[in-house]
Nanobody, 124 residues
């Protein structure tokens, strides 16, 4: 089992920045792929950014390319999401996820470990 705890969410004005963190514990050595996803009430969960913890290859959703950066610190077992140029449409609950398979893309289905989420609210 892998436990994931997100932090860093909050409220910010449009154009601002936030940095999300996700602390992983448990069988972290098996988590080859980790990522950030977001979901608004009544909408499907959307892949924001994902990363291979083995090769550091990153993948981004089209809506955030050029604005968000995902990174992973293996020594700290922590995943980060630097979010710049935030817009009101980025308002969502953001979830950290991990999977012990080989798929590191932005589709949420293969991810089998999930955090509780952290709310990001961007005002215009």
């Amino acid at each position: 089992q892998v436990q994931l705890v997100e932090s860093g969410g909050g409220s910010v004005q449009a154009g601002g920045s936030l940095r999300l963190s996700c602390a992983a514990s448990g069988r972290t050595y098996s988590s080859r792929c980790m990522g950030w996803f977001r979901q608004a009430p009544g909408k499907e969960r959307e892949g924001v950014a994902t990363i291979s913890t083995v090769t550091s290859t990153t993948y981004y959703g089209d809506a955030v390319k050029g604005r968000f950066t995902i990174s992973h610190d293996s020594a700290k077992n922590t995943l980060y999401l630097q979010m710049n140029s935030l817009q009101p449409e980025d308002t969502d609950m953001y979830y950290c996820a991990a999977n012990d398979g080989y798929y590191c893309g932005t589709s949420p289905a293969p991810y089998n470990y999930w955090g509780q989420g952290t709310q990001v609210t961007v005002s215009s």
